[in-house]
């Protein structure tokens, strides 16, 4: 609720902001005969409605779970990311279209000092309030905040281009910001795709942060039972809700009380230390007798052969009703992961002909 009322809060600054700068330029842009400047009132109008979205979004995504979305509204804010994207590439692409206008039609503009003082002026709010963005979307983890923030630094660059322009023009009458905002509009149209490429992404559902993963493996094998942690996998939800599973290793005559605390004690870790709910699978490790170990060796010995098997992980042997049992992570772009297993199954079916062997194969989706 906290992370709400910051965003929504700081949406609202941001609108009172564009408000401001839009009756300022329209005013300014009439008196200039400025098209560009009008088109920057324009622009700071689309900025409020990046703004309203956010709140909307932010608003949507907050909502509880029900019974049609047991897992929260958070994508929400992915979709408003989205639309705060298109406008931003509007806006460039119309920047374009009226810059070529004004390059053609060659129009006289009259600007003074107080022009250039208000664009100044402009420039400076643009800065600030995409900077206070910014930071409150770190924070809040928050995208759409994030773009609008992108979007409010384009902003003051594209009103420097037209500061340029004003200068240039009351120096030597010659007035270039049709050309300036040209190469300018097209940053912006650069930074409206960026922000849908990465929108889109978390739409699909893209690979688990690196850096995410590692720190939450390392902090389950902090716990002394636990000699390996594979398998993990992180869904998305929105910004604030992570939800995921992984597989720990532990010793195979832990009882089941004891499994049941300990993946109770790692569920509640997680969850304090990196906001993710985490449900907790088990491989049971046998490694202690002499035979198991030799047995381990001699298949390390087979996956050796084999770059594309990147890694073993869940070993376990059954010597009373005779069976091996194992995972192996393949390259993920490695399009034979199915010959390769069986390949390794033939392999340890020879080695150990009193044995049934079940190899299971796992894609790498984390580091």
Do not use: C
Not at 82 to 90: F, H
Not at 104 to 125: D, P, R, T
Not at 276 to 288: D, F, K, P, Q, R
Request: proline content about 2%; overall charge neutral.
């Amino acid at each position: 609720m906290q992370r709400q009322k910051l965003i929504i809060r700081t949406s609202l600054i941001g609108i009172l902001t564009n408000v401001v700068l839009v009756i300022a330029k329209v005013i300014t842009g009439l008196f200039a005969h400025s098209l560009a400047i009008i088109l920057e009132a324009v622009n700071n109008l689309t900025d409020v409605l990046s703004s309203v979205l956010t709140i909307v979004g932010t608003k949507l995504a907050g909502r509880e779970p029900d019974r049609e979305h047991p897992y929260g509204h958070g994508r929400i804010e992915y979709i408003t990311t989205m639309l705060v994207g298109l406008i931003i590439l509007s806006s460039g692409i119309i920047a374009v279209y009226e810059a070529i206008k004004k390059i053609l039609a060659q129009e006289e503009v009259s600007y003074g000092i107080s022009s250039l003082i208000i664009m100044v002026l402009a420039i400076a709010a643009k800065i600030l309030i995409g900077t206070h963005y910014r930071e409150i979307a770190k924070k809040t983890q928050s995208d759409t905040l994030d773009a609008s923030g992108k979007d409010a630094l384009f902003d003051a660059v594209l009103s420097s281009a037209t500061v340029i322009g004003i200068i240039v023009n009351l120096s030597t009458g010659f007035n270039p910001e049709g050309i300036l905002s040209i190469l300018i509009a097209i940053f912006i149209i650069k930074a409206g795709i960026e922000i849908l490429r990465e929108s889109w992404r978390d739409l699909i559902g893209r690979r688990t942060n690196s850096e995410l993963s590692i720190a939450i493996k390392k902090r389950i094998l902090k716990f002394k039972e636990v000699s390996g942690a594979y398998d993990l996998f992180l869904h998305n939800y929105g910004p604030s809700q992570v939800m995921g599973s992984v597989h720990i290793q532990i010793p195979d005559d832990m009882t089941a009380s004891q499994i049941d605390a300990l993946s109770r004690k790692i569920t509640e870790a997680i969850y304090k230390d990196f906001r993710v709910l985490l449900t907790v699978g088990i491989y049971a490790e046998n490694s202690s007798s002499e035979e198991h170990r030799e047995i381990r060796k001699k298949i390390d010995i087979i996956l050796d052969k084999y770059p594309e098997a990147k890694q073993m992980h869940g070993f376990y042997v059954d010597t009373e009703h005779k069976h091996i049992t194992f995972d192996v992570i393949f390259d993920f772009d490695f399009p034979h992961k199915v010959v390769m297993r069986n390949k390794i199954a033939h392999e340890t079916r020879k080695l150990f002909p009193d044995y049934s062997v079940n190899i299971t194969i796992d894609i790498d989706v984390s580091d």
